[in-house]
């Protein structure tokens, strides 16, 4: 029985989400942020949507409508949408990375020290 797409995606979001939650917990010994963990969880879902897209602009059979003539920029944007994604996975586990290595803290504050 083949998956629909809402199963792998969500499938790939609690995969790499919990990956990404382990890994933070094994290399920097402490929890990602929230904004880390969405980041993450945005970022795959864009990159699964954008490479559907992709694909099915420059291989697939959809009927594009109006826009039929359009299926190059289409994919193009489609694979535009996947790379910010996989740029943006790779530089949050970059980030775990630096903060394992350097003691990093988590968020910088910006305010003031009082003095």
């Given at each position: 029985m083949p998956f629909s797409t809402q199963q792998v995606l969500a499938f790939l979001v609690v995969i790499f989400g919990g990956g990404f939650v382990i890994f933070?917990?094994?290399k920097a010994k402490?929890?990602?942020?929230?904004a880390e963990i969405f980041s993450v969880v945005l970022s795959i879902g864009g990159g699964y949507s954008g490479g559907g897209?992709?694909?099915q602009a420059a291989f697939g059979t959809k009927n594009f409508g109006?826009?039929?003539?359009?299926?190059?920029?289409?994919a193009?944007?489609?694979f535009g949408v996947f790379w910010v994604s996989l740029?943006?996975?790779?530089d949050l586990f970059k980030?775990?990375?630096e903060?394992?290595?350097?003691?990093?803290?988590?968020?910088q504050d910006l305010a003031p020290e009082p003095e």
């Open positions: 933070s917990l094994v402490k929890l990602p942020g929230l897209l992709c694909y109006d826009f039929a003539d359009d299926k190059l920029v289409i193009l944007g489609g740029i943006t996975i790779i980030r775990i990375l903060r394992a290595e350097h003691g990093v803290p988590e968020q």
